[in-house]
């Protein structure tokens, strides 16, 4: 008698365990309305009554689960709905399902299982929409005035923090002070760790590279370099010069060019000059700005500059493929110039000055850089 008792009892805690493993967990959710129009809403949603489902695939745990073999599965809601003082609703959910299972040869009966948290979303996302777009509850109306003057109220007041700001960041470009950058005046001028002729080389920078100036001690200036590094160089080989934070552009900067370029590429050099003759040369092709061929520019000014500009490029490549650079104007009057790169970098570190470098320059013909070559 006392051992059937004790059966009793372990079928009576395996049940209850299963049947606990069964409810499965609830969902919440907090609502910014009053608990009337939310139970009111429930109401008309018939989450208060049970109904039947398709099939048990998709709305509960299918772990050991054959869906074939039940019938008639069925759901119902338990709900919580619990106000709080700041007038908003948080709605507790879980859903119970149940089928018939009826085995072959035996008794059926109904069976419970437990939601996969399907049933329960589902009914939340549908209170959402409910209340926001189909309750016509004048609390719920109410509520929903507030919200909307809250959110005009929020965007008013960012709104009036972004002006703030921006106001502030004008003021800061406007009034911040020039900056100042060191132009280096020969190649291969190194940048050191320390302000010492003793120190290690950073790294060895171009004629006309150009560093910002950080601080100045002595005959030595420290200047920004990149990844947030910095180096010193002797302030006698630089030349100092100033960038305005508003504006962005260079003090003395020059004017633009009367010619534009209009093609450029690297290919064996076709003439006589026997500086680059049989050698690779990079071909510029320039013509006047503006639409007219019978303008004649400072043709010399912008080949000096082109030249330049082109060897510090060259200079600074991973590979040096040519050996001169040639510029071919496409004017009325014509006219190409040849240099060797050798020649420029002396005129790039201020070894040659700019008469003495067009001295070693191929110009044909002469007569079209005549006219502008006392300029420079």
Known sequence: MIRLRAMVSLVVILCSAGLAQTQGVSQSRDYPFPEAPVKAALQNLGAYTGSRLPSLDGFVKMEGVQPEDYQRPYYEYKIEVTPDAAGKTQVRVQAKVSAWFEPSGGTGKYQSFESNGRLESDLLDRLSEYLENKSSDPSVLQAKIQQAQAQKEDAKNRV??????????????????????????????????????????LLRAQAKDEFEVLEQQSAWLRVALDDSQSGWVKRSQVKLGSISASSGEAAGAPTKSEFTIIREMSSDFSGDWLPLKGKKALYVWARPEGSGLNLTGNKLQFVRTVFVQRYEEISHASQNSVAGVVVIFLDSRGGVAAASLDNIRLLADGSLSPDAFFKTCSLDPPSAFKATRNAN
């Not at 960041?169 to 060191?182: G, I, M």
């Not at 005046?185 to 003793?198: D, E, G, H, N």
């Open 160 to 201: 009036a923090q972004l002006q703030i700001e921006l106001e502030n960041l004008k003021n800061a470009s406007t009034s911040r002070p020039e900056k100042e950058y060191a132009a280096i005046i020969r190649s291969q001028t190194a940048l050191l760790t320390a302000p010492s002729a003793s120190a290690k080389a």
